[in-house]
């Protein structure tokens, strides 16, 4: 056990070394993630209405959807996805990794919809259509930015898992932030340095987030 | 203005509609009164089709509500305003937003023209100054005034109340309705649902008690407050008019 050097100054500073290649992994795990979480979001919001839609083969073909993701491991989907979609991109790894984690964190994302739609009273809907609005304006413009501003922590805790998992896409060579810790590793055969610093750097992306929905949450409280 | 026609409607094996019929002409104000469960609200919400019905025929102006659908429901609803028991003020909106929302997206006004309705609606109901004010830093009674104005942002011909101050402290009821008699004079179409009998005695062209889904007895205020014909009428109006 004591044999890792946890603490040993020279391992540390051997890790530091590779410190730009931390700092260009940085932009990479935030570009991906941001591509999925665009992809995630949309797809959730349709995924997430379309369940709750009263048509059966709309609200059948969101649940297969989000039924399927959610009972398979991520991993797998990302060798499916990667696999079925990357010839189509001429070995562009980008494209299909943020579309494979699209597609999964849309799932959740759908599921955190449907539930924060469920959670808006009926009294809403029923005031929007007797305005006149027909059941897709009373949708977009009364009960979507009510739910949508109700599940925001639970969507910020959907994308910092986001951020987190895309550390699973190093696994196909893509020089993001976990895949800088391995190239660090395979040069200096070190395991623990690497990887604690790494840790720290996603905690360094994904903290700020959780503050900054808190700071929304109180800015918009009088909103009630 | 509106037409109702041989309505029933059932949830389960309950009967909640049985029959009911009844017109409101043009400047008409109509009160229903009942005891709770007795199919009230139901009725307005059938009026406006909110609630689907069984077997029956509801006309707004002329217009078959009850087998309308998607568009066409949706204009024959801007000309029925509705007000709510809760208010169900959209939360994220200001009060002026709540006016101007569906003018601008239904009536297709510009922001312009749907904010100067908006405010002189907000004058109307007593509240120019909190036209900024979010429904969250409202009172009930005050939620309940911007509302009403809400609900005659649409210009409609028929305005609705189902319970308007059922939800609200008791120092708030006046005020809602002293927003209300002020409409029915000025020549608004009205159909409320109210347990507040002195309104219906002052302000009501005609009282209608329902009873178990069917009108038990109808007429002017003053014929059905001193004079009822029907035993389950009397025994209502013994008990609310203490």
């Known amino acids: ?197 790494v840790a720290g750097f996603y905690f360094v992306i994904c903290y700020p987030l959780s503050l900054a929905v808190r700071a929304f949450e109180r800015r918009t409280a009088r909103i009630g | 203005m509106v037409k109702v026609e041989n309505l029933h409607k059932s949830f389960g094996s309950l009967k909640v509609l049985d029959g009911i019929a009844f017109e409101v002409a043009k400047g008409e104000v109509l009160v229903i009164i009942g005891a709770s469960g007795s199919g009230k609200s139901t009725l307005l919400r059938c009026v406006n089709a909110l609630e689907p019905v069984q077997s029956g025929e509801v006309y707004i102006n002329g217009e078959a509500i009850h087998k309308s659908k998607g568009r066409d429901l949706s204009r024959i609803r801007t000309e029925v305003g509705m007000v709510f028991q809760h208010f169900e003020l959209f939360s994220h909106k200001t009060a002026i937003e709540n006016i101007t929302l569906a003018p601008i997206h239904v009536r297709k006004l510009t922001r312009e023209q749907a904010n100067e309705r908006a405010m002189a609606l907000l004058e109307r109901v007593g509240l120019p100054e909190k036209a900024n004010a979010y429904p969250s830093e409202l009172s009930g009674g005050q939620r309940q005034r911007v509302a009403i104005a809400r609900a005659l942002a649409m210009e409609p011909m028929v305005m609705m109340f189902d319970e308007p101050t059922s939800a609200l402290d008791p120092e708030m009821i006046k005020e809602v309705l002293d927003v209300m008699t002020d409409l029915a004079n000025s020549g608004m179409t009205m159909l409320c649902v109210t347990h507040e009998m002195g309104f219906a005695r002052e302000v009501a062209r005609r009282v209608m008690f329902i009873d178990h889904g069917r009108i038990v007895e109808q007429g002017a205020p003053a014929d059905i407050f001193n004079n009822p014909q029907h035993p389950r009428t009397q025994a209502f109006l013994s008990q609310i008019l203490v």
């Not at chain 1, 890790?15 to 797809?43: E, V």
């Not at chain 1, 039924?67 to 079925?84: A, I, S």
């Not at chain 1, 699973?168 to 190239?183: N, P």
């Open chain 1, 1 to 197: 056990m004591g044999d890792i050097g946890a603490f040993d100054p020279l391992k540390w500073q051997r890790t530091f070394d590779y410190l730009p290649n931390y700092i260009q992994g940085i932009p990479m795990t935030i570009a991906i993630s941001g591509a999925a979480l665009l992809i995630a979001t949309l797809l959730g919001i349709v995924a997430g209405v379309m369940r709750l839609s009263k048509r059966s083969y709309l609200s059948g073909v969101a649940t297969v959807y989000v039924e399927f993701v959610r009972n398979t491991p991520l991993l797998v989907q990302l060798f499916v996805v990667y696999f079925g979609l990357a010839p189509l991109w001429s070995g562009n790894r980008f494209i299909p990794m943020a579309i494979g984690l699209g597609l999964f964190a849309g799932a959740y994302v759908a599921e955190i919809v449907r539930a924060g739609i469920q959670s808006i009273s009926k009294g809403q809907l029923e005031a929007a259509l007797s305005c006149g609005m027909t059941g897709t304006q009373a949708m977009m413009l009364v009960i979507l930015p009510q739910a949508l501003r109700r599940i925001l922590p639970a969507l910020a805790g959907q994308f910092i898992s986001l951020i987190k998992d895309s550390s699973l896409i190093s696994v196909f060579g893509y020089t993001e932030l976990t895949f800088a810790a391995k190239k660090v590793t395979a040069a200096t055969f070190l395991g623990f340095h690497p990887y604690v610093l």
